[in-house]
Every structure is written in structure tokens, then in C-alpha cells.
């Protein structure tokens, strides 16, 4: 499986309001059912996103054995693709 670029994982955040917002909402670590509050999202489509940004190296789960109780905080490189977005954003 090819690691996606920075570019790539850059596009894949913007193209979706629910990764932007969970990744911008993640500088303090929190459980998926405070992020489903905190933004008037489902908690089906933010653990789907988690998920997502998890694999993407975007975020971390800080108790990745547990089945409920997660706790979910943004990466480093997290921060550095929310940098990006923007940076992108600012020039328009």
C-alpha cells in the first residue's frame, strides 16, 4: 500500500466539512460522543471519521485497546496538514 503524499491527505481533509471539523477539534484529547456534541455531528459518522483520520496518521487514539471510552487526540502531523489547510485558505 502506498503512503499517500502530503498533498493527497491535504485534499482528502478539505474535500470532507466532517474531517475538517473533527481535525480542528482534536488539540485537546476527547472522546468521540464530547466531538459528536461539540460539533452536531452523528457519532456513527464521527467514529467513521476517526477511523479515517487514524489511519491517516492524522490522529491517535490514546487507549487504542478499549472498545468504548476512546480517547482521540490530533498528531503532530495532524497539526502540520491543518497548517497547510490554512495556509490554502488564507490566500483565497
Request: hydrophobic content about 35%; charged content about 35%; some cysteine.
Amino acid at each position: 500500500m502506498n503512503k499517500a503524499t502530503k498533498w493527497e491527505d491535504i485534499s482528502h481533509i478539505i474535500s470532507s466539512e466532517y474531517r475538517k471539523k473533527a481535525l480542528k477539534n482534536l488539540q485537546n484529547p476527547k472522546i468521540p460522543s464530547k466531538l459528536s456534541k461539540e460539533l452536531g455531528i452523528n457519532k456513527t459518522h464521527i467514529s467513521r471519521t476517526l477511523k479515517d483520520l487514524e489511519i491517516g496518521k492524522m490522529v491517535k487514539c490514546l487507549v487504542p485497546n478499549k472498545k468504548k471510552g476512546k480517547i482521540f487526540v490530533i498528531t503532530s502531523y495532524g497539526k502540520k496538514i491543518l497548517d497547510e489547510i490554512s495556509k490554502l485558505e488564507n490566500q483565497f
